[in-house]
């Protein structure tokens, strides 16, 4: 069922002479399943076969985009248990989170169909001409988004489905009308070849012109650079670390052409737990809050890896309710013995530092691979000093800060490097009396939280998911909900082109209905 | 009336030890204004206190900025002719062109007032929560556009007032809630002062915070390098060469805290003249041609500069035409002399060419700093195989390309670099006949013109002006038109935020009025 191959446009081809598997981390061995690594030759050819998809795949309407999207949820659907078995295999994640982010891939697929289909994404713009204007005539000028070309997308580790082949960068991408070359992630090739022949199956039944979506293998980083550096790429989606995704962007900007890069990368995602949290709800959040570190391993870019509050006794008690209640959870299995050990070696590096104190650990011997939770306390002051703590350490983790007053708290608000979201816990009356703690701690994130918890991003046109860097190296895109596609595109005016000849969205009657702006007014009505 | 000095918010300061003149084109002098370089103390007071100015301009509402912008275009205009008289001076270009450029710079203010004060440009985007949803409650989630911080703003050599002090970067970046410092030009940094003193004394009557504007001098790159470099600025806008925005944009990606650089670079703007342009109105296009190429010295970015057609008796005729037209305009006095030498440097580089042929040229001897206009001609297959041809000569220079066949033509356009414009003279049929031609031609450009001149770049909300690299750093940006503010802002998400504490674009009753998507539908109602 799995080839180990990289798909070319619709060919499956093992050119290449490295091969690598993918691990168990629960049972801490290599899968069966072994993956060709793709070489140059197959590179350019992926990418070639892209730039001449896009040719025509840029013309094709939305409703035929939708329709090919739609198809590749029910491809996906369609390879039933198969999938999931192989995702948990390579992942260590359990079925029911599988199945979870299985549907949430073919929920996003589903909503750009969506929006495809009611097609005022392209924030289309008319300017009508004004012959008699003076002292100079105005032309006709219309202006609406169109694709940048073909599009790399780099899997995610922590999402084998939702952020990899098949997710958010892809579908975005593909909804915008760029021809997407996926890198595979080598720690779930398996399930991204599974999903990559849904895409393809998707295709053919749909139409789609070969080379619309290729899926390459890689175990190292020198195939993504490759492609990264082609001219025929044109952008390039990528969620991971700091390190790997600053790497690519400052690639990317030393090509000739330079092309953009949105890269998702690290945060801790202050939390900033208020007076009323504390003495009125304080045991609630502290239980909610020991479920949001754990949850997943705390495998996720939203998990909240620093809590701040004012020193009182009430987060004396926050804190010794929070170290109970994280104890009691059952640490879970991490995605590779990778991750693992950076894991355990940013936990130690972390808890060795001078004056912080520990709060709750797990250290009962458990299987393979299993993520640890630890959380830590330091005073103010000391975690001021020490950017150290700063840090993300991608696991189960976090950080409570004793703050000696607001002002301190504020102090280390305006310390911290961007973050993709900053929650605050109290009551609307604090939202006042800390205005500037809070208007602080908003100008530092892409998505602020009142009473909540960061982890659960929802997919939806509201979702901004990416935030002053290095939470993403552009912070004014977002990588979840649909405003996503919104990276691959740029606007195109038209001037004084006959009405017959412009794309749909700009013509004179309006025939796709959709919301426009003609001189200013937002309309659906026709010119 | 001009100090030399630099304003470090509303503060005349001259701390440096350097000194450099403007200088007047048409005398081939110095002018009697010498203006003192801002040393590094003087850059870091501007950035610090742009950086606090931030903290309360940005939350400043619609009104206010607006109010801030008009009285901006008030006290440019009550600067009178002793502004057109410094223009004029610094520059060459004749006192008809300083009004013009001084009423779009005021218009554009304007246009971001109006903007404003409408208030839907802040694309707020409201999910309502759905506490009912199964299997998982949907929360509240609301998105608007928020300023990034304190923009630098590189004054342009061509636009001495629109894309300068008080440009269209500037006025984008005040309106979007960013503080500005201008970098001023050296060629016009009289003008500049004079522009910056109308910003400060609006700001000071309309109430603005010390530091949401600052004017420094520089005649060379170490102020703007160190600007770029400051932490506390956030992004930077640039009009000017491909190696001054590449090395800007290069430099701001090596920070620590990578920042996005829009520059607006170079273009040749390629026309494309089909056969009935040329038989049917030949002639009249090779007029409208001539004053295109020749306008304003050539020194605008979208000078046509690469005309493109297939082999034919009409084309011959053509040439013949605008050949004789160029030949009866006046050559005019372009910017600067080191503008001039590098005119006829990149003109004799060019003309010397194996292969290229003279159509017209201006040889009289004229005054100092004279831009002489001259056009040649190639084959198709000798420009495709040497791309020395295919550079932008900035001045009063065009190429035309006769080439063999359609294909021919269409070759070209594809190896062609990413350009601001493209143009297309021709008739209805052939837009249908030559479809993939154009196809191929949109692909590189920001706009694309029908039977008209690319020349003229009208400021309104469907212009793009902006397009793949090198034209801009960033194809998904607009430097004109008040699309051009969306390059300052980033999405902001409140998540369960209580709605009377949110920004008056989200909250419920929608105390704005404006336009918003509230659960996909576009409305302006309220909640």
Redesign the interface.
Known sequence: MISGANYIGSELSKKGDKQFNTFDPKLNLPTEWAFQEANEEEIMEAATLAKSAF?TY??FSGKRKAEFLRAIAEEIDNLGDALIEVYTQESGLPAGRAAGERGRTMGQLRAFADLLE?G?WVEA???TAQPDRQP?P??D???ML?P??PIVVFGASNFPLAFSTAGGDTASALASGCPVIVKSHPMHAGTGEMVASAIIKAAQRTGMPNGVFSNLNSSGIEVGRQLVMHPAVKGVGFTGSIKGG?AL??LA??RP????VFAEMGSVNPIVVLPSALTENGDNWAKQYAGSIVLGAGQFCTNPGLILAMKSTALDAFISTLGKEISTLEPTCMLHPNIHSNYEKGKKELSAQATVDMVADYETAVSPNVGQQRVLTVNGANFLRNTKLHQEVFGPFSIVVRCADAQELEAILAKL??QLTGTVLGN?TE??KYKSMV?TL??K????????VPT?V?V?????H?G???AA????F?SVGT?AI??W??????????S??LPEALRNENPLGI?R?VD?I?TNNKI
């Open positions: 040719v840029r013309e009611e005022s713009s008319i300017d100079m105005k032309v000028i219309r202006k169109c940048l070309g600053t962007y400052r900007n030393e052409e330079p092309i953009p490097e961007g609307n939202l006042a208007d908003q100008n994130v892409g998505r602020i939280i009142f009473n909540g659960g929802e939806c046109p509201s979702m901004q990416g002053p860097f290095p190296t552009d912070s004014r977002t405003g919104r990276r595109v740029r606007p195109v005016s038209y001037q004084n082109w006959p017959e000849y919301m702006v200013g937002h």
